[in-house]
């Protein structure tokens, strides 16, 4: 332990924004703290650049508003007056369903309805299909056990239709993932609990829809006036007497005999430091772990990652065909090479230079897609750029184009992931001061990457000054929101 009377020493390894909210989070708390990433930049995958008068986003546009993290961090770092609802008459998706575009049903929580009559009305699911969901309101719950699959549970609920068509689409565009092997636990414990104390997934939602708040105003999904990457800006602004090591990776991770840790980075030199929060991807987190916590980095590296991509391309509106809504989805079982494309300049304020120009963003990856996702920018364009003809009709040459690839660029949650965690948490216990944070462990959305920077942060601190009393801790969330 450290002297209480002194600023106990941390290294953040990992700039992106779990760890940018953990460094601020103990700088405010008074440690002494250094942000280290092999990167040249901070923010991780929250980028935006802005080129020509267009906004373009590297990593995610948006953030589920009514979940609250993301939105309270806004409101202390200044930003309150820069959230952004998505445009009112362009709200609505669709499914691109046996060659044609099919609007979702409205009153849909995911995959669960909350209201019969436009599922009963849709033209995406069959008659038989529209039968089978409303099965789900005598279907008994399932006995608590062992962790079950997203697949097993929706086919379970709402049949393999609604798999098919509305649940595994919307849910490759978040996750990229083989809802035959997701932890439904794990991604969306949610709906097991919608099971257990409602029965009915629909009655469930039904519920949930009767008792919304007012909340905040703001639609389900928001975003920032300048766009996604005005959040770690701000962070790293708010950054007090913070050092940052960029470009330098971290080959190694010691304990020091004298207590603390030793951090070994690239070019040889070592720095020694009485707290250490990786807020690494899984398979680094894996690595740095090997020696010191091989059981841990055993439990980390089962954790899966796949790589995923994002072709961006602007448009003169008068010479693509009109769009509608905010953009649109693709099952898996159509077998094209998009996960779906979202029309951004439609769904957000000031993504374009003027109304002459549309800004449309496809996104490639997942299970099926991974050579893909990891082609040269040529190849990946000419992909996208066929499927839009093919799809939606845009045959016209971009006025520009941008694309983005992550390798391992999305965490997965398998069956079995609660577990994994749970064993590589219980492993690092010996290691005080020994945090971990960011999207390989309990959430890959944005709420819970600044959830869990805040947590590895008050675990850290707590450790290292023998104390419980994490003074700069965040207000507590707004109730309401959409969610």
Known sequence: MVDLGAAPTVAVVGGGLSGLVAAYRLSKAGAR?????KAPHLGGKVVT???????????????????????QLADELGLAN???????????????????????PEGLLLMAP?????????????????????ADL???????????????????????????????????GIHAAEPSTMSLMASFPRFLQMEREHRSLILAARSAASKAAPGNGLSYFASFKGGMGELPGALIGALKDVAIRLGMAVTCLHAAEDGGYRLVFEDGTEIKFQGVILA??????????????????EAIAGIHQVATATVTL???????????????????????????????????????????????????????????????????????????AELIGVTSQPVLTRTQSWEGGLHQYTLG???????????????????????????????????????AAVAVFSALTQTGDFRLEPHPVRPGGSH
């Open 280 to 297: 690494t991807p899984a398979r680094e987190t894996a690595r740095l772990l090997s020696e010191l916590a091989p059981r841990a980095a």
């Open 138 to 172: 005598v279907v008994p719950r399932q006995r608590q056990g062992a962790d079950e699959s997203l697949e097993s549970f929706v086919v379970r609920r709402l049949g393999r239709e609604v798999l098919e068509r509305i649940a595994e689409p919307l849910i490759a």
């Open 417 to 455: 992931h609660l577990d994994r965690v749970a064993s590589a948490e219980s492993a690092l216990a010996p290691y005080p001061g020994l945090a971990l944070a960011g999207a390989a462990f309990h959430g890959i959305g944005l709420n819970e990457c600044v959830e869990s920077g805040r947590r």
């Open 49 to 71: 650049e802005l080129v020509d008068g267009f906004l373009l986003e590297g990593g995610p546009d948006s953030f589920v508003a009514g979940k609250g993290h993301v939105i």
């Open 33 to 37: 703290v250094t942000v280290v990433d």
């Open 314 to 388: 602007a448009y003169r509106f008068d010479e693509i065909p009109e769009l509608v809504g905010s953009g649109f989805v693709v099952p898996s079982v159509e077998g094209r090479r998009i996960m779906g494309v979202s029309y951004l300049s439609q769904k957000w304020q000031g993504r374009v230079p003027d109304q002459q120009f549309a800004l449309l963003r496809a996104f490639v990856g997942g299970a099926n897609c991974q050579e893909l996702a990891l082609a040269g920018e040529e190849q990946l364009q000419a992909v996208v750029r066929e499927e839009l």
């Open 82 to 104: 820069r959230i952004i609802s998505s445009q009112p008459q362009h709200r609505g998706s669709y499914v691109w369903w046996r060659g044609r575009m099919h609007p979702l």
């Open 114 to 134: 909350s209201r019969i009559l436009p599922l009963f009305q849709s033209s995406l699911l069959s008659w038989k299909g529209k039968l089978r969901v409303l």
